[in-house]
């Protein structure tokens, strides 16, 4: 069994922080990522508000910049799932389909993933008119009517990106008003082409030939419907932790997200957590790369302890 000083898992911005921070203290560094490096980052067309970049940065091109001096520093890279963890011995054990990887510590950094709508036909229409990522799949629809589902920042961000490349944007909204930041929901109210359907549900996914055709919402009111004829409908409502992995293993709330101390540990000695998978009060890049910094800096200490 290899074994490594610090495992990190998850490679958004958060797990490669703490990757890099741990490498650059002479640890060995282990970093899984089921999917590709970067997360959710590498999936944003663009981010305003990283401090540096006046004009904004993409996703995908500071994921892999990330990536690149993860890799300079000596960050063992595996892309590989992490099926099950063994978090109760000094020694932490964790498993993937090509065998098991021994750490002094542990760094969890697996993010969170898009919450479902939760109606009849959303899972066969994945791929098919409904989607999770909008900059990922935005495209297949330029110049189409579009519906994006949703009041947060990611809503808005969708909505005012789709925008650009669609012909009508309707924004769809079970509150009367948008909780996206005022910035956000001013730069949704600047598009022209964006139609806020406020105190809205999505009822029906309309179908044919296996892919979406339409949308059925309904006003929480006064239960009038109305139908939006579309081929893409854009969920935005929400995350759900990656946490299934460690039920039992470390402390979880009742959404499901990680507890931890200000510096990321746990209840479980060496097993810290960072990013948008803990409890904590805001999710974004700029905190999740702290996070990282901070767990980092912990779980060195507990190697050398």
């Known amino acids: 069994m290899e074994t490594f000083d610090i495992a990190v898992i998850g490679a958004g911005p958060a797990g490669m922080t703490a990757a890099l921070y741990s490498a650059r203290a002479g640890l060995s560094v282990v970093m899984f990522e089921e999917m590709m490096p970067g997360g959710q980052l590498a999936q944003t067309d663009k981010i305003e508000n990283y401090p540096g970049f006046p004009g904004g940065i993409g996703g995908f091109e500071l994921s892999m910049a990330m990536k690149e001096q993860d890799d300079g520093f000596g960050v063992v890279y595996r892309n590989e799932a992490v099926s099950a963890v063994d978090f109760t011995g000094d020694v932490k054990t964790l498993t993937t389909a ?16 898009s919450r479902k709508l939760g109606i009849a036909g959303e899972a066969e229409l994945a791929g098919h008119g409904v989607s999770y990522c909008a900059t990922c799949d935005g495209n297949f629809f330029r110049g189409q009517d579009v519906v994006v589902v949703g009041g947060g920042n990611t809503a808005a961000a969708d909505a005012v990106y789709l925008s650009r490349i669609c012909n009508t944007v309707h924004l769809v909204h079970r509150r009367g008003e948008m909780r996206a930041t005022a910035a956000d929901r001013h730069r949704v109210a600047q598009a022209d082409n964006v139609v806020f359907h406020g105190n809205k549900v999505v009822d029906e996914l309309q179908q044919q030939d296996g892919a979406v055709v339409g949308v059925v919402i309904r006003d929480v009111n006064t239960g009038e419907t109305q139908t939006i004829p579309t081929r893409a409908v854009f969920v935005a409502i929400g995350k759900l932790p990656n946490t299934e992995a460690f039920v039992g293993q470390v402390p979880l709330t009742d959404a499901g997200y990680i507890r931890t101390e200000e510096n990321g540990a746990t209840e479980v000695a060496g097993v810290y957590a960072a990013g948008d998978v803990r409890e904590k009060l805001l999710r974004q890049v700029a905190t999740a790369i702290s996070d990282g910094a901070i767990a980092a800096e912990a779980a060195a200490e507990s190697c050398s302890a």
């Open 98 to 113: 090509n065998g098991q990887v021994s750490a002094k510590a542990v760094i969890i950094a697996t993010g969170a993933r």
